[in-house]
C-alpha cells in the first residue's frame, strides 16, 4: 500500500512570508504527526492530530499550527516565516495514536 | 528536556566491523522504536521493543530492551557500507502521548 506522501519536497521562501505543507498519511491511519528537523536540535515535536483532533502540541510559538481533515489528510501552516524556521518537516502516520510511526519523505524548507 | 540520550553522536567505521549504539533515559518508556534516517529521507522505522529484557534480531541487527525499560542498544555485526545512516531511537512515555526521540547517532560506513 502506499506509503505517507507529503507535498511539496522542495520550498523556498522569504522572510516573512507563510507556507502551507501537506501530509496524506497511510490509508486506514488516523493519527499524523509532524516533527521539525535541524542539524542542531534533531526531531522536534510540533504537534499530533487524530480524528481531526489536535491531541498534543509541542513547545513551537503559535506561528506554527495545522489541521486535519476527514480523511486524516493533515496540513501544516507557518505564518511570518523567519530564517530559523529553515529545516526538514517530517509527517508521520500512526494507525492510533502514539504506536509505530511510517514517515514521509518530508519537505525541506529554506527561508533566505 | 531531552529524554533520550544516543551515544555516540558520531561513529566512523570501516567495513566488517562491529558496533553497539546507545539510547539512555530516566523515564520508563512502554515502548521504544529504532528508526534509521538517510540523508534527506524520512526516518524508516526498524523495529519496536515493548517487554523489558526483550532481543529482537533482524539480520545484522540486535536490538536490546533494557530490564526496567528505561534503555536499549542496537548492535551491528559485520558493519556494510550500507547501514551508513542516522539511526534515531524513540519512546512512548508512559502515561504519555508523544512519541519522544533522541538526537541520533550518525553512523558511517567506509569500504
Known amino acids: 500500500k502506499a506509503g505517507v506522501t507529503q507535498t511539496p519536497r522542495y520550498l523556498i521562501k522569504t522572510r516573512g512570508q507563510q507556507v502551507t505543507l501537506s501530509c496524506s498519511p497511510i490509508s486506514g491511519h488516523r493519527s499524523v504527526s509532524w516533527y521539525q528537523q535541524t542539524p542542531g536540535q534533531g526531531l522536534q515535536f510540533l504537534f499530533e492530530y487524530f480524528s481531526e483532533t489536535q491531541r498534543n502540541k509541542g513547545n513551537f510559538p503559535g506561528r506554527f499550527s495545522g489541521r486535519q481533515f476527514s480523511n486524516s489528510r493533515s496540513e501544516m501552516n507557518v505564518s511570518t516565516l523567519e530564517l530559523g524556521d529553515s529545516a526538514l518537516y517530517l509527517c508521520?502516520?500512526?494507525?492510533?495514536?502514539?504506536?509505530?510511526?511510517?514517515f514521509g519523505q518530508g519537505t525541506r524548507l529554506t527561508v533566505v | 528536556t531531552q529524554l533520550l540520550e544516543q551515544s555516540p553522536q558520531f561513529l566512523s567505521i570501516q567495513e566488517g566491523e562491529n558496533l553497539t549504539v546507545y539510547c539512555n533515559s530516566s523515564s520508563v518508556f512502554s515502548s521504544l522504536q529504532w528508526y534509521r534516517q538517510e540523508p534527506g529521507e524520512g526516518p524508516v522505522l526498524l523495529v519496536t521493543v515493548v517487554t523489558g529484557g526483550e532481543v529482537k534480531k533482524l539480520k545484522r541487527l540486535t536490538f536490546q530492551f533494557g530490564d526496567a525499560r528505561k534503555d536499549s542498544s542496537l548492535h551491528i555485526t559485520a558493519a556494510q557500507p550500507g547501514d551508513t545512516g542516522l539511526y534515531l531511537c524513540a519512546g512512548a512515555e508512559g502515561g504519555s502521548e508523544k512519541l519522544v526521540f533522541g538526537k541520533g547517532t550518525k553512523l558511517t560506513v567506509n569500504p
Open positions: 508521520a502516520s500512526s494507525l492510533i495514536v502514539n504506536t509505530e510511526a511510517f
